[in-house]
């Protein structure tokens, strides 16, 4: 019987199975960073430990220090400073390599580790951070653990895994003009559930998967989790080789040719079998943006926010009511033209330089509504130096947008940075969850280019209408 | 780590889908870079009245008697989701909690809770709610009984679900055992196996970039 991408990533990696559904996995790569890494780090020292391999591990400062211009280790964040100088001094007495704050390649983890060849096709890679998943993209089996898991993975090289069930997620037709990734995923989430994928490995397939540009499959990979997935993975291609290809720590020209016939075979077997299998025809998607707060609160821009009393299930009917309350909404009311106070770009799913290239274009020539607060944090110091080279700094800045340093920024509030109280957001981030961005921040998650035609009109907008 | 073998408690049901580890933890509330201290920071934004205060609100369940001595936690589906943050099972573990009952709960979380002496229990949401029902009828009184041995969950004689946890976890927490020294035993295996990939997927090895 044939075996699915996944199957075969798990296989090679397979040390020993435990017999009891799970097996001991060999670990590719470790990727720490400043949260919850230094932890690790840390603890590892003091049971007495050594990272076993240190060429194996890396780490960025992405989390918790400041995105404004000339950032220093001091953050808004009260007590960042530690995380940071902790992070930095375990990481030099453990021999691993750091990108640290004032290295051109500091990013957040997620966009780093692809963009420096760390990740690449036919590993497994993990990282304290849940969004790991988005790495699956390049057809690596990469998943988020805990902090305990990262000091087991660095000092054995290895990690007890539960053998997942396999869902394949079929993407079929060509997405209209306006749609993106992040609209596919989040789609999928609203129709399926936040719990829709728990239990599950995933691999996204089929014809508008494959189409798909490297970027837009790791915006994709990115919300697995937040479907409750393990990870996510998308089978390697052409695009995937070119992506890879010369990148800094990818497989060196010596050892390409094997890499690549390796990472051919990566592919689903044709009888290959699946636990579960959903389809979905990307033509029905529009432009998607949330409106509680769970991704499985989404719905499309051209809708209305929808009434708890229709909900049969109880459970999730009382969820939708919380959110309401939460998000200051009444149902009936349609998405497109709530008035929103913050525009954010950024994060591990939508921050890359195709991103930015595309918020650019809706916004060149364009201002800011009047009061609202536009940031872009690019995701690394390469994606913000690639900007600056096309200028697209330039068209943000003359917009009315903030241009910042890399780093999650406002994805998440860690005490310092927030959009203030109960203020409504529109975001290109990945969790609308409770107070994530900041005390009783309202967030709707959408595309880029949604949250850019949202910060012209100063209201949530269906940016088709604006390409 | 602590072990965990057989408990009886009080239990509190936190009824909500979707309980993520921000909600846990808030993230403003993991201050230093330690595992302690973190309890006090446990739903920081339901306990307390204003974010980041410290003004109990008298609504929420654990700030009510006999709640505050609850050791078990009766919830739902997918609790745990979101952020990887292990500081969400660390604040519950500072705080008291050794048993969450859930239908299903975020997969990184529930790894989490094994590693730090909390049995995560999987029940079917039906039997979470006859838990809940019962509990609620008097919540001093109506203590959970939680067997990780029999595999059993149960509720003074009328009450009795099965469990079941994978060996390894199970073996984990009835022990207390250390996972990374469990996994040393085999260092030599993971020895062999690298050396022979090694050879197999030279291409998979890191390699110092080209300056
Ligand atoms: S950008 Fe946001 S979601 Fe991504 S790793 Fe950073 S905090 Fe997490």
């Given at each position: 019987m ?9 296989d090679?990696h ?8 799970s097996?001991?996995?060999y670990?590719?790569?470790v990727?720490?960073h ?21 060429a ?30 902790a ?24 966009v780093i ?6 990740a690449?096709?036919?590993?497994t890679?993990?990282?304290?951070d849940?969004?790991t998943c988005?790495?699956?993209?390049l057809g690596?089996l ?11 993975a660095m000092?054995t090289?290895t990690l ?5 069930k ?5 993407f ?18 609203a ?11 995933i ?12 970027e837009?499959r790791?915006?994709l990979c ?19 080789y070119?992506?890879v ?7 060196s020209a ?14 689903s ?11 979905v ?12 707060t769970?991704p ?10 929808p009434?708890?009393?229709?909900e049969?299930?109880v ?12 998000m ?5 009311v ?21 991103d930015l290239?595309n ?7 364009k201002r ?8 872009i ?11 600056e ?10 917009a009315?947008f ?5 780093g ?28 994530r961005q900041?005390p009783?921040?309202r ?5 880029p280019?949604?949250v850019?035609a949202?910060?012209?009109r100063?209201?949530?907008t ?6 | ?9 009080i ?6 889908i ?8 808030p ?12 309890g006090?920071?446990?739903f ?5 009245t204003?974010?980041?205060g410290r ?18 936690i009766l919830?739902?589906?997918n ?6 943050r ?11 909690i ?14 989490n809770?094994?590693?730090?002496g909390i049995?995560p ?6 039997k ?14 109506n203590q959970?009984?939680v067997d ?18 994978s ?8 022990n ?14 993971i020895?062999?196996f690298?050396s022979?990939?090694?050879k ?7 390699q110092?970039?080209?300056?």
């Amino acid at each position: 019987m044939g075996r699915s991408c996944i199957e075969k990533l798990w296989d090679a990696h397979e040390i020993t199975d435990l017999g009891d559904g799970s097996s001991l996995l060999y670990i590719d790569r470790v990727f720490l960073h400043e949260r919850t890494g230094s932890i690790a780090l840390k603890s590892l020292e003091a049971s007495g430990r050594r990272v076993r391999n240190p060429a194996q591990v890396f780490c960025t400062m992405d989390h918790i220090v400041d995105t404004f211009p000339g950032r220093t280790d001091q953050t808004l964040m009260p007590s960042g400073t530690d995380f940071i100088t902790a992070t930095r001094e375990a990481a030099r007495a453990a021999g691993i390599t750091v990108f640290d704050l004032g290295d051109p390649r500091q990013g957040i983890v997620h966009v780093i580790a692809p963009e420096q060849g760390i990740a690449y096709p036919g590993l497994t890679l993990v990282c304290p951070d849940s969004h790991t998943c988005t790495q699956g993209a390049l057809g690596a089996l990469a998943w988020g653990i805990g902090s305990t898991e990262a000091e087991h993975a660095m000092a054995t090289q290895t990690l007890v895994v539960r053998r997942p069930k396999t869902m394949r997620v079929v993407f079929d037709g060509t997405l209209s003009h306006g749609v993106t990734a992040k609209d596919m995923i989040l789609h999928l989430i609203a129709t399926h559930g936040a719990d829709g994928g728990v239990g599950y490995a995933i691999e996204f397939a089929g014809p508008a998967v494959r189409n798909m540009p490297m970027e837009a499959r790791f915006t994709l990979c990115n919300m697995a989790v937040e479907f409750g997935a393990w990870t996510g993975v998308i089978a390697p291609d052409e695009i995937t080789y070119e992506y890879v290809r010369g990148r800094p720590y990818a497989p060196s020209a010596e050892h390409w040719e094997s890499a690549e016939t390796c990472w051919r075979s990566l592919v689903s077997d044709d009888d290959a079998r699946f636990d579960a299998e959903l389809r979905v025809n990307v033509a029905d998607i529009v432009p998607t943006v949330s409106w509680g707060t769970s991704p499985q609160h989404a719905v499309g821009i051209d809708e209305t926010v929808p009434d708890p009393a229709t909900e049969k299930d109880v459970n999730r009917r009382q969820l939708m009511e919380k959110a309401l309350e939460y998000m200051d909404l009444k149902p009936g009311v349609p998405l497109e033209g709530i008035p929103i106070g913050a525009a954010f770009i950024g994060s591990c799913t939508n921050s890359r330089l195709s991103d930015l290239r595309n918020a650019a274009a809706i916004v060149k020539g364009k201002r800011v509504a009047e009061g609202v607060r536009a940031i872009i944090v690019p995701g690394s110091g390469q994606v913000k130096a690639a900007a600056e080279a096309e200028g697209l700094d330039k068209t943000f800045v003359d917009a009315g947008f903030e241009w910042r340093e890399s780093g999650c920024s406002m994805c998440f509030f860690a005490g310092g940075e927030n959009f203030g109280l109960e203020t409504r957001v529109v975001s290109s981030t990945n969790r609308n969850f409770e107070n994530r961005q900041g005390p009783r921040t309202r967030t709707h998650i959408a595309s880029p280019t949604t949250v850019a035609a949202s910060a012209l009109r100063g209201a949530l907008t269906d940016v088709r209408k604006l390409v | 780590m602590e072990k965990f073998t057989q408990l009886t408690a009080i239990a509190a049901p936190i009824r909500r889908i979707n309980i993520d580890t921000d909600i846990i933890i808030p993230s403003r509330e993991m201050k230093r870079v330690s595992k302690q201290g973190l309890g006090e920071g446990l739903f920081a934004g339901w306990r307390y009245t204003k974010p980041g205060g410290r003004e109990e609100n008298a609504d929420f369940i654990l700030n009510q008697p006999p709640y505050r001595e609850a050791k078990i936690i009766l919830t739902s589906a997918n609790f745990g989701c979101g952020s990887s943050r292990e500081h969400a099972v660390w604040a519950l573990h500072e705080w008291g909690i050794r048993c969450i009952i859930a239908p299903s709960f975020g997969s990184i979380f529930q790894g989490n809770c094994v590693r730090n002496g909390i049995l995560p229990v999987v029940l079917d949401d039906e039997k979470v709610v006859e838990l809940v029902n019962w509990v609620e009828q008097d919540a001093a009184a109506n203590q959970l009984t939680v067997d990780l041995v029999a595999g059993k969950v149960s509720a003074a004689d009328h009450i009795e679900y099965s469990f079941s946890l994978s060996e390894a976890d199970r073996e984990m927490l009835l022990n207390g055992l250390d996972a990374i020294a469990v996994t040393l035993k085999r260092a030599d295996e993971i020895a062999a196996f690298e050396s022979r990939d090694q050879k197999q997927r030279p291409w998979a090895y890191p390699q110092r970039p080209a300056p």
